[in-house]
């Protein structure tokens, strides 16, 4: 799973990266999601999640994204001068899903800050 803050501002760094990471966790602990590698970049991010079959992921992803957003604005005051709104993440998200090619992807999520440098 990959989504975006809303604009693509690049400000998933410092304490708001480590909020939004801990947040995710806790969210997929709530709901016994198994995050396999998550990485967070400027101004998206990465998730490989292992989803139980009883759950529909549109709407795992909507839980994260939304719940997510809740709390990241009770935690960041100073993100209201950008989203005045309150709405965090942009519309949307990228999602695949994974079979033979879970080693790669892995690989992938791991390393993708050295690939964008």
Not at 8 to 29: E, H, M, T
Not at 37 to 45: C, K, P, V
Request: aromatic fraction near 12%; hydrophobic fraction near 40%; glycine fraction near 6%.
């Amino acid at each position: 799973m990959i989504w975006c803050p809303k604009y693509r501002f690049k400000i998933l760094n410092g304490a708001l990266q480590r909020s939004v990471g801990d947040l995710l966790r806790q969210l997929c602990d709530w709901k016994k999601l198994e995050i396999l590698e998550m990485n967070i970049q400027e101004d998206h991010d990465h998730l490989l999640l292992s989803v139980p079959p009883k759950f529909v992921v549109s709407e795992v992803v909507g839980f994260l994204k939304g719940k997510s957003a809740i709390k990241i604005f009770g935690k960041h005051l100073e993100l209201k001068k950008w989203y005045w709104v309150r709405h965090f993440w942009a519309k949307g998200y990228c999602l695949s899903t994974v079979g033979l090619d879970q080693k790669r992807i892995r690989q992938y999520v791991r390393k993708i800050e050295e690939l964008s440098n």
